[in-house]
């Protein structure tokens, strides 16, 4: 049967029970390396847990299928100890003297890694706006293999329309791959969209609950780029634990049912900030005068659960704000159930574009009443 993504999510993946046992939830298989019998044959595919292991393929099997929906079944997954490890696994992909185009809002780690690693190994970048297509198509160079794309961005939460981003990408020979974390397979699937690969820090959504590190890279299987990053993954080792892929694979059982819940708070708290007097702008594709709103609507499911605002009185204003919350913890990271705030100047490098009375938000699970009150209380604080 063709299922929907929440039925194959609330059954742990698309695996069922564990073929050994029958156990409803699998095991975990902690163990790092695989008996051969006495002609030296393998019992199944895993020989050594850093190449292979049945949790960690379990996950990888969930997020491939989430990422095709109904079609692209040639998807592969590969998983990372991190998000930044998968990241990581697709600049290590490219070849020396490669030039990136990087969208000029992004996670900012990922502009660090280019600046501060792989330019030394010999890859170039250079930052432009993909909501644009014109600055995009303006920045492609005879040498770009890759245009790197988030959308919504971080913190901006700006809209790339991935569409156009692809095409203007492959007509310059490059690839387009999307970092999807903020979105999940649910609320976005870029490879359907002509994106080549897309990337998860599983650290976020997926994971759901803010106790595990993962990341992820998908793409269809057969493509050069997907065997390069899984030959990173083998060799260089930076793979997904069992025990994080274990919870992974459980906080993706939640995941349709949290997203549902988590996207309307964030629509909320857009709502009450877009109304609030010391609020100077709500970055949020959902409200009706974000530039991106209709690009958002037409390529995603709802509008994500994240968003940011802008307050008058700038730095001191909104360090004073992040410290009146009550409700909001104060701390960086997204997508787990409790909501998130966090003045995000201050923890991005002194060159970051970012208003210095910024602060973003990670809608959570809790009663949308209670967080709307917290943030007027320390709005008005
Ligand atoms: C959009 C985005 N991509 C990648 C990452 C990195 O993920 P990780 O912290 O799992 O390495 C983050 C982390 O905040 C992120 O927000």
Request: net charge negative; proline share 6%; charged share 20%.
């Amino acid at each position: 049967m063709n299922l929907h993504p929440e039925t194959r999510l609330a059954h742990g993946g698309s695996g069922g029970p564990d073929a050994a046992t029958g156990a409803v939830t699998p095991p975990v298989h902690v163990s790092t390396t695989f008996a051969r019998d006495a002609e030296g044959a393998l019992h199944g595919d895993p020989l050594y847990a850093r190449v292979g292991n049945p949790t960690r393929g379990r996950f990888e099997r969930a997020l491939a299928d989430l990422e095709a929906g109904a079609g692209e079944h040639d998807l592969a997954c590969a998983a990372f100890a991190s998000g930044m490890a998968a990241v990581n696994a697709i600049f290590q992909s490219l070849e020396r003297g490669a030039h990136v185009v990087l969208a000029d809002d992004v996670y900012y780690n990922t502009r660090v890694l280019l600046a501060e690693v792989f330019e030394r190994w010999g890859l170039t970048f250079s930052e432009a706006d993909l909501t644009d297509p014109a600055a995009l198509r303006a920045a492609l160079r005879p040498e770009t293999r890759l245009v790197w794309a988030e959308t919504p961005s971080n913190p901006l939460l700006k809209i790339t329309d991935l569409r156009a981003a692809a095409d203007a990408a492959h007509e310059a020979g490059a690839l387009l791959v999307v970092d999807a974390t903020w979105t999940t397979p649910l609320v976005q699937r870029p490879l359907t969209l002509g994106a080549d690969a897309v990337v998860h820090s599983a650290t976020k959504y997926l994971g759901g609950h803010s106790d595990l590190l993962g990341g992820a890279v998908v793409a269809p299987g057969e493509s050069t780029l997907f065997g390069r990053v899984r030959r990173v993954q083998q060799t260089a080792g930076a793979v997904l634990g069992a025990r994080d892929a274990h919870l992974a694979l459980r906080g993706m059982r939640t995941l349709a049912v949290r997203l549902r819940t988590q996207q309307q708070n964030a629509a909320r708290l857009a709502d009450f900030l877009a109304g609030h007097a010391a609020v100077k702008q709500v970055h949020f594709p959902g409200l009706d005068g974000h530039p991106g709103h209709a690009v958002a609507r037409e390529q995603m499911n709802g509008f994500g659960a994240m968003l940011s605002f802008e307050v008058s009185g700038g730095a001191e204003r909104a360090n004073a704000v992040a410290g009146g919350c009550e409700v909001f913890v104060r701390a960086t990271s997204l997508g787990g159930t409790e909501s998130l705030i966090e003045h995000r100047a201050p923890v991005e490098p002194p060159s970051s574009a970012t208003p210095p009375g910024l602060l973003r938000l990670s809608a959570g699970l809790e009663h949308p009443d209670d967080l709307v009150a917290d943030l007027e209380q320390a709005l008005d604080g």
